[in-house]
């Protein structure tokens, strides 16, 4: 098995590459931009009504 540094990348901090990942549990809502509440499998917004299936954002 040759002395390969896959385990330093898994093993080490998350390059900071992707800021946007870490909002992944929480989004906005696109039409009024207010913050969309978790409810079981969607994302809903209590301003408009707009929401997000888990279809849509897995
Ligand atoms: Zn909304």
């Known amino acids: 098995?040759?002395?390969i540094s896959a385990s330093e990348?898994?093993?080490g901090p998350?390059?900071?590459a992707?800021?946007?990942a870490t909002e992944h549990h929480s989004r906005f809502c696109p039409t009024c931009s207010?913050?969309?509440e978790d409810?079981?499998?969607k994302l809903i917004c209590r301003t408009?009504?707009?929401f997000l299936s888990c279809a849509?954002?897995?």
């Open 1 to 3: 098995m040759p002395p």
């Open 9 to 11: 990348a898994a093993a």
């Open 14 to 16: 998350p390059p900071p």
């Open 18 to 20: 992707c800021p946007i």
């Open 34 to 36: 207010s913050r969309l």
């Open 39 to 41: 409810s079981r499998c």
């Open 48 to 50: 408009c009504g707009y």
């Open 56 to 58: 849509d954002f897995y």
